[in-house]
């Protein structure tokens, strides 16, 4: 397989709601880059050579005017939109919805704009370059099918609130068994904590592996997603709080035996931009990358 052969599917449609704006654009490097910046500058490295971004339309003349500009001279760029129209069944009866299906939903909206292995990653994420890498080398290998780029909860959690995670159970051929999605998790003493459904504070270790949304699929994966989320919209689309997570569809399949996931570890650190409070951080992170010569400055640089 030509190593340049990938494509690299961006979220990006996400409301920032707790950010308080759109936070893809806030600036993370000392020359104003962004964070999908630097994600687009790992993933070219490493043998990615296309980017889809997933928008909603409201947002397509801002995302253009500052995310696309700076990356459609470095990298070829598509757009396709998340709409709340766009499902696999009549969406009549969901005429009032107004929250988005969720991440699945937003894979799935690219199924016309790519035919070949893609990434996906979210757009207000840092990955580290070395999760391209295991991802790329995963892809070119013979029969290789999808993989999850899994990250320590340690490495993921806020200081400046709680964060859902999907906490991964693997079994001892790194295969992927289950992802369970646990909201409300803080950082504690020893690791995490959060409270579960009955009440009951849970305590976790911090060194579990949790899916960041760092995933690697073939174009098979559409017809899947397609129909499990004609299920569930059967089954919670009446449900105007109800998301069809990305983990949860991917674990659904993983144990109907309908797909095989690998779980490629990146030993690099995770950052994000959950809370505002988070920027100040992911800009000292940044520097410190810099520092040590991991990143030129300015980024392109040496591009």
Not at 15 to 24: A, D, V
Not at 138 to 165: C, D, I, K, M, N
Not at 172 to 193: H, K, V
Not at 273 to 286: F, G, P, S, V
């Amino acid at each position: 397989m030509d190593s340049k052969s990938f494509d690299l599917v961006i979220l990006a449609a996400g409301m920032g709601s707790r950010f308080g704006g759109l936070k893809q654009v806030q600036p993370v490097g000392p020359a104003g880059e962004l964070i999908i910046e630097y994600s687009v500058f790992d993933a070219l490295r490493a043998g990615f050579d296309r980017v889809v971004f997933v928008i909603r339309r409201e947002i397509e003349d801002e995302f253009r005017a500052t995310i696309g500009r700076r990356l459609e001279r470095r990298i070829a760029v598509d757009y396709v939109f998340q709409d709340l129209a766009d499902v696999p069944v009549s969406s009549a009866a969901f005429a009032a919805r107004a929250k988005p299906w969720g991440t699945a939903h937003a894979v799935w909206v690219a199924r016309k704009a790519v035919s070949r292995p893609f990434a996906v990653i979210n757009a207000d994420d840092f990955y580290g370059a070395a999760g391209y890498r295991v991802l790329a080398g995963h892809f070119t290998r013979p029969g290789s099918g999808y993989a999850l780029v899994g990250y320590q909860l340690r490495q993921t959690l806020s200081e400046h609130g709680a964060v859902s995670r999907g906490v991964c159970r693997v079994g001892a051929d790194d295969r992927l068994q289950q992802i369970t999605e646990i909201t409300n998790i803080e950082a504690a003493a020893g690791g995490a904590r959060y409270v579960d459904a009955a009440g009951a504070v849970q305590r976790l270790t911090g060194d579990e592996i949790v899916s960041m949304n760092f995933w690697g699929f073939t174009p098979a994966v559409f017809g899947q997603i397609e129909t499990m989320l004609a299920e569930f919209l059967r089954t919670r689309g009446a449900d105007p709080k109800a998301e069809f997570y990305l983990p949860t569809t991917l674990s659904a399949l993983n144990e109907r035996g309908a797909a095989r996931i690998e779980l490629l570890r990146s030993p690099e650190a995770w950052f994000g931009l959950t809370y505002r409070q988070d920027l100040a951080a992911a800009q000292t992170a940044i520097s410190e990358l810099i520092r040590t010569g991991r990143y030129p400055a300015p980024l392109w640089g040496a591009v």
